[in-house]
């Protein structure tokens, strides 16, 4: 069964580094999330992408935060800075047409020290 | 999005079916009720969604109400696998719209 594929499945980076989280969506997939839990809490919408725009995106995706597909295949998520509060799962989810379910990935566990 | 009431945590024994409610008592026409999982941290698993019939796939069963004010997501045979956050979530119908999670009812199967 085809799935999200995230990598590094874990990145360790200091405080006011640039990081890029990366994701290969499922391959006829249009629509594309990004999705991010700290430890212990809910999992939160970040931004959602759709025809190389983003459609919508939360209160948490501030400049600091931008997202590309850079070609074909990949989807990623940049910090700009890093801050130790962005410590946390980033999950990436892709959708076909419509209505349809979103499929996740396993996550990147991003810690910042 | 309707907001949806889940009880936060809950037993079942295993090979028993585990029935987990939700209630979504604003839900509006055009929103359906999806169900996910999340097993230790993992990414969400889909399971199942309705609007408003019932609906039956190889993982599940989700009952929902004739006023569609709640739901029942039914495990039909729990498997100690079968531990994780279950969510219940109410989608608006639009293409790519997003899924909103809420805090989710954790399930343990015990032996």
């Known amino acids: 069964e085809p799935e999200v594929t995230q990598t590094p499945s874990h990145q360790v980076t200091q405080m006011g580094q640039e990081v890029i989280l990366r994701c290969v969506p499922i391959?006829?997939?249009?629509?594309f999330y990004w999705y991010r839990q700290i430890l212990g809490q809910k999992v939160e919408f970040l931004v959602s992408f759709y025809n190389n725009e983003i459609s919508e995106k939360s209160e948490i995706f501030d400049d600091q935060f931008s997202v590309e597909r850079p070609d074909g295949s990949n989807f990623t998520l940049k910090i700009r800075s890093t801050k130790l509060e962005d410590s946390a799962m980033y999950f990436c989810?892709?959708?076909?047409?419509?209505?349809?379910?979103?499929?996740f990935g396993n996550g990147t566990r991003l810690t910042v020290t | 999005d309707a907001k949806t009431t889940q009880p936060p945590s809950m037993d079942c024994a295993e090979g028993r079916a585990a029935n987990l409610p939700c209630n979504h008592s604003?839900?509006?026409?055009?929103?359906?009720v999806y169900w996910y999982r999340q097993i230790h941290s993992q990414g969400p698993q889909y399971i199942i969604h309705g609007l408003k019939n019932n609906e039956t796939n190889e993982m599940a069963s989700l009952i929902i109400t004739e006023d569609r004010k709640s739901s029942t997501l039914i495990l039909p045979h729990a498997t100690l696998r079968d531990t994780a956050v279950y969510y219940c979530i109410v989608r608006v119908k639009a293409a790519g719209n997003k899924l909103t999670f809420g805090g989710g009812t954790r399930v343990l199967v015990k032996p």
């Open positions: 391959s006829n997939h249009l629509y």
């Open positions: 604003t839900i509006s026409g055009n929103e359906y």
């Open positions: 989810a892709s959708a076909s047409v419509g209505n349809s379910p979103l499929h």
